[in-house]
């Protein structure tokens, strides 16, 4: 069955240090990769996405991901955060004909910014 | 270009009655999706509307439905509200064909007391 594992649930971080959250994803066929960012209260913004292509894909907000199909993963990374950043991340994988036809999300790695 | 909106943005209904949302999809987007965030249990797919159909439906029981209107707005409808359906309900859309992602809308709180 497809699968999406955030190992951390929380990670605290210095403003102006360097930021990556991880992603492991389990799906037979190549996936469709997304990043998404929820401040409280709010819905999901998308950060980033990978259909195919370069593995390493630019987002927005100073975000980039990496696919690496050997390790079956997509960390997220940002090389300087702001505080405006802290907020909750989830890594997602699209499996269906659309690619949002049925989202599988992971469990969220909330960030938190230390001034 | 406005995004997705849902309505309301909170809503307070006691155990046993029925809730209605609703969602605009951005303008285009022929497919609209529902997702349910409730604590401590992540993101999980409710159902996926297209073209007025329902496509595909998550693991939840039939008292979740909905509906789709001829121009692509939808509705969930909760029915005998239980108190675990307390939750925020996340509506997005897409294009309807190939390689396109979700634009989520703000969700509404629902709270069953």
């Known amino acids: 069955a497809q699968s999406v594992t955030q190992p951390d649930i929380h990670i605290t971080v210095s403003e102006g240090a360097s930021l990556e959250l991880r992603c492991n994803y389990s799906?037979?066929?190549?996936?469709?990769l997304f990043w998404y960012v929820q401040s409280p209260g709010q819905g999901l913004q998308l950060l980033l996405k990978?259909?195919?292509?370069?593995?390493l894909v630019q987002g927005i907000k100073g975000f980039e991901a990496e696919f690496k199909r050997s390790q079956s993963s997509f960390n997220l990374r940002k090389p300087s955060v702001h505080w405006s950043d802290a907020a909750e991340y989830f890594c997602?994988?699209?499996?269906?004909?659309?690619?949002?036809?049925?989202?599988?999300f992971g469990s969220g790695t909330r960030l938190s910014i230390r001034p | 270009e406005a995004g997705v909106t849902q309505s309301p943005t909170h809503l307070i209904k006691t155990r046993g009655q029925q809730a209605t949302l609703r969602c605009s999809p951005i303008?285009?987007?022929?497919?609209v999706y529902w997702y349910q965030q409730a604590l401590g249990l992540g993101l999980q797919f409710l159902l996926w509307?297209?073209?007025?159909?329902?496509?595909n439906r998550g693991n939840f029981p039939p008292r979740f439905s909905g509906r789709q209107f001829p121009n692509y707005s939808s509705e969930l409808n909760v029915n005998a509200l239980e108190l675990e359906d307390s939750a925020l309900y996340l509506c997005?859309?897409?294009?309807?064909?190939?390689?396109?992602?979700?634009?989520f809308g703000q969700g509404t709180r629902l709270t069953v007391v």
């Open positions: 997602a994988v699209g499996t269906g004909y659309s690619s949002a036809s049925k989202i599988i």
């Open positions: 799906y037979g066929a190549t996936p469709y």
């Open positions: 303008s285009g987007h022929t497919s």
């Open positions: 990978y259909f195919s292509g370069d593995t």
């Open positions: 509307y297209d073209e007025g159909e329902e496509r």
């Open positions: 997005a859309s897409s294009l309807r064909a190939g390689n396109t992602e979700a634009f």
